[in-house]
């Protein structure tokens, strides 16, 4: 049974910075495609960034130069790191797992690329 669970949200100034982190078990995280998504309320789920099981990156516009997104194999974890946070970025975060797939590549962004899901953390950056 694979499971996401994400950790790492709360309540911080404009400005500021938390790391979410996502761990996985019952999958091969190695080999997985990673992702980020929130969804602020009343609103679409929105692509924020992933990594490839290589290692390859893809930010969205909105957060390029503001969040990084790494993993740890060896901890099964993926973590967000967010700085420079704006109001705007409040929302729920959610992390997301795909197995190996070349469509991916070009769909990286769509979150029905996504077989698993996590539950997700709530972030609230206030002004």
């Known amino acids: 049974q694979v499971q996401l669970v994400e950790s790492g949200g709360g309540l911080v100034q404009a400005g500021g910075s938390l790391r979410l982190s996502c761990a996985g078990s019952g999958l091969t995280f190695s080999s997985y495609n990673m992702g980020w998504f929130r969804q602020a309320a009343g609103k679409e789920r929105e692509f924020v960034v992933a990594?490839?099981?290589?290692?390859?990156?893809y930010y969205s516009d909105s957060v390029k130069g503001r969040f990084t997104i790494s993993r740890d194999n060896a901890k099964n974890t993926v973590y967000l790191q967010m700085n420079s946070l704006k109001p705007e970025d409040t929302a729920v975060y959610y992390c997301?797992?795909?197995?190996?797939?070349?469509?991916?590549?070009?769909?990286?962004?769509?979150?029905?690329?996504?077989?698993?899901w996590g539950q997700g953390t709530q972030v609230t950056v206030s002004s």
């Open positions: 997301a797992a795909k197995a190996p797939d070349s469509l991916w590549l070009s769909r990286y962004y769509s979150p029905r690329q996504y077989d698993y």
């Open positions: 990594i490839s099981w290589s290692g390859t990156i």
